[in-house]
């Protein structure tokens, strides 16, 4: 009998236990003073102030390039495109020229994408595509580029184009697919002479110029 008491009591015990942390163990909330501001359990979104009605601004006139007029070279881009500036766009031709042939070797297409021209891009990834499917890869390491010299510019409707010459120490080589140059020398860099074709549409929004166009001078 005394281990049934027992028993008994243990069973008591727990369902005290059980009540005690159902409901009592989570105090609820107390009142807090009226001086004390509750946060909110659930965040509602507030209404919007009405806002004040305001007279529409007048959006400003488009401005229209111009069209040039009896001047040639330079100054036809520089009277078509104000905001023309030769030394800032030779920098970028500068710079554009190493970008490239990184881009190149390292198959990176949109850096590729973004300097080039659509039917320039396409002529360029077929080129490397082709390489590619005889197991070859093609090396391009500029090592410096000693001249940038714009050596013609005039304008197309309003498609503003200028050809610049590069002269530039350049590694150029054909690789297989163990690495090894099958077409130039992987150390040696080599002269290289370019003319590179630079196009931009007076009218468009978009600040950059595109490579059109690269050709060996004549």
């Known amino acids: 009998m005394e281990n049934f008491a027992l028993i008994d009591v243990l069973i008591i015990a727990g369902l005290l236990f059980f009540v005690a942390t159902r409901f009592f163990s989570h105090k609820l909330p107390k009142t807090k003073s009226k001086n004390v501001k509750r946060g909110r359990l659930i965040d509602f979104p507030q209404p919007e102030a009405p806002k004040q009605t305001q007279a529409k601004k007048a959006k400003p006139a488009a401005v229209k390039p111009k069209t040039p007029t009896q001047t040639t070279g330079l100054a036809a881009i520089k009277e078509l495109d104000p905001t023309f500036n030769r030394s800032q766009f030779v920098e970028g031709a500068k710079h554009a020229y190493g970008l490239y042939h990184k881009a190149y070797t390292e198959g990176d297409e949109e850096t590729l994408d973004n300097l080039l021209s659509p039917r320039l891009f396409d002529e360029v990834m077929t080129g490397r595509d082709e390489l590619e499917k005889a197991g070859h890869t093609t090396l391009y390491n500029v090592k410096s580029v000693d001249d940038v010299t714009l050596v013609d510019a005039h304008i197309s409707g309003q498609t503003m184009i200028i050809d610049v010459k590069y002269t530039a120490k350049t590694i150029i080589a054909v690789l297989d697919e163990a690495g090894k140059a099958v077409k130039g020398k992987k150390t040696v860099p080599v002269d290289i002479t370019e003319i590179w074709t630079w196009a931009r ?18």
């Open 201 to 218: 549409n007076a009218s468009s929004e978009d600040p950059n110029w595109e490579l059109e166009h690269i050709a060996k001078p004549s």
